[in-house]
């Protein structure tokens, strides 16, 4: 269990699941730059995050719900939380919380929302003291909803991650930097230098290589 000063955001998740380096340049040295692309999904978020509560059909509708998980450390908000009425195995009626996360864009290749969606639900879970199956990622490029299951292995891909970050964090530990492809929509880019640093080491190598023996 976690102390309460000890938590770090669920975005963070995030952010360490998409590029490792990136994460630790955000909550490891405290380094931030905007392009339109965090613009865009900042505004989207600020609207959404409107503290709110509204009924919606037959479920109960939370905006912007702060959420915390003393034992993974996290916290943040959630942007919506429905929370639906459901019929259980032994036909009681229960109530069933269902996070939705907003994203600007269109669905990534990696998991990194599902993991940031599942620690929303792992929080609403534990202080709710509920189960929640299934959440749901809002994409604003295609305007649609991308349903998510919360099974075993996303959970413990989840709880992985939320490892890997308390550790990189405690260690004030930054990744060498690598040049992918998503590193073009990267707001850090230029902060963070990937091609730079690949071409040094390589020049690095090809001298060391060149150069005669002793």
Known sequence: MFAEADLLPIS?????????????????ERVWEENRFTAEGRVMHERVHSPATQGRGPARV???????????????????????QGVGEVATSEIVPYPVEYKRGKAKKDDCDLVQLCAQALCIEEM???????GALFYGLPRRRLEVVFN???????????????????????PL??????????????????KAIRHSVKGYVDRML???PD
């Open 177 to 194: 930097a690598r040049y992918e492809k998503k590193c073009r929509s990267c707001s850090l880019m230029d902060r963070c230098m990937p």
């Open 62 to 84: 939370e905006y912007g719900l702060q959420v915390r998980s003393l034992r993974f450390g996290l916290y943040g908000v959630a942007d919506v939380v429905e929370f639906h």
């Open 210 to 212: 060149s150069e005669p």
């Open 152 to 174: 075993d292995a996303l959970r413990e891909r989840t709880a992985t991650a939320a490892n890997e970050l308390h550790e990189m964090v405690a260690e004030g530990r930054t």
């Open 128 to 134: 709710l003291g509920v189960r929640v199956p299934s």
């Open 12 to 28: 963070a998740l995030q952010h360490l699941v998409f590029c490792p380096r990136q994460c630790a340049l955000i909550h490891v």
